[in-house]
Nanobody, 117 residues
Framework: QVQLVESGGGLVQPGGSLRLSCAASGLIFSFYVMAWYRQAPGKQRDLVAR???????NYADSVKGRFTISRDNAKNMVYLQMDSLKPEDTAVYYCNALPTWGADPYWGQGTQVTVSS
């Protein structure tokens, strides 16, 4: 079965950094577009960043210049490096795997990121 397991969430101060990791298993990793989404209480779940197997990336305007998504196809890992964190970044962050052939995506359980002084 397909599993996506996030790690690296926690509490950080404004201006700090955090790196999230997503370990994928049970899938042919290179066949999936990988992404990070986030959802704050009472808000919609929004796309943060995505990365294709080639390494091409897309970012939400709110995180451009601060966050970096990357993937290691040899290790079936996806990362989200978050720098210059703001309180508005506080949310549950979810790993997402979208099949390139158009099937429904898979989701991780999410990891909490809290940015507060």
């Amino acid at each position: 079965q397909v599993q996506l397991v996030e790690s690296g969430g926690g509490l950080v101060q404004p201006g700090g950094s955090l790196r999230l990791s997503c370990a994928a298993s049970g899938l042919i990793f290179s066949f999936y577009v990988m992404a990070w989404y986030r959802q704050a209480p009472g808000k919609q779940r929004d796309l943060v960043a995505r990365v294709m197997s080639s390494g091409r990336t897309n970012y939400a305007d709110s995180v451009k210049g601060r966050f970096t998504i990357s993937r290691d196809n040899a290790k079936n890992m996806v990362y989200l490096q978050m720098d210059s964190l703001k309180p508005e970044d506080t949310a549950v962050y979810y790993c997402n795997a979208l099949p390139t052939w158009g099937a429904d995506p898979y989701w991780g359980q999410g990891t909490q990121v809290t940015v507060s002084s």
